[in-house]
């Protein structure tokens, strides 16, 4: 109002009217931020089972952490004549899928065992079309008795996780 006032006189005495000071413009600088290299893994399996279906064993996970963009899993696996078999595994993010590996052995007495899992999981799309999370891959366990090897029997196997009962 103050100005108008001054700018209305200013008229009236013959002179311009009073121009506004410019404020400096002020410059923008524009970044894209980046996020860090890293991929972690998008599957949870802790206290989970994945049966692979009859006759082939049942991968119980008891627990896993994640240090940068590797999740290490531990647990057991069961196999089909119910032998318990400690394992250890990793899940390695690889896109939409995970990369997930885990083997172990056990010995009783002059028998032993050993698995070995090479395959993949998915929990983020599958969750939402079938309602799970799904795993699928190759299976490998050798056999030993006094000394003698068997195998390894190979097998491809999938199977869904699902919640440990307590």
Do not use: C
Request: hydrophobic share 35%.
């Amino acid at each position: 109002m103050k100005l108008s006032l001054h700018n209305l006189y200013q008229f009236f005495a013959g002179r311009g009217a009073v121009r506004k000071r410019s404020r400096p413009t002020l410059t923008t600088r524009l970044q894209v931020e980046q996020l860090e290299q890293r991929l972690v893994p998008t599957v949870d399996l802790s206290n989970m089972e994945i049966g692979f279906g009859f006759g082939k064993g049942t991968l119980f996970v008891q627990g896993e952490q994640t240090q940068g963009g590797q999740t290490t899993f531990w647990g057991g696996f069961e196999d089909p004549n119910g032998a318990w078999i400690p394992i250890k595994g990793q899940l390695q993010q690889m896109g939409s899928w995970d990369q997930m590996t885990f083997k172990g052995s056990a010995q009783q007495g002059a028998f032993g065992e050993s698995v070995n899992f090479n395959g993949w999981v998915n929990e983020a799309i599958l969750k939402q079309l079938l309602g799970g999370t799904w795993v699928e891959g190759t299976l490998s366990e050798t056999f030993t008795w006094h000394g003698h090897t068997g195998g390894p029997e190979t097998t491809d196997v999938s199977g869904y996780a699902q919640f440990i009962p307590t």
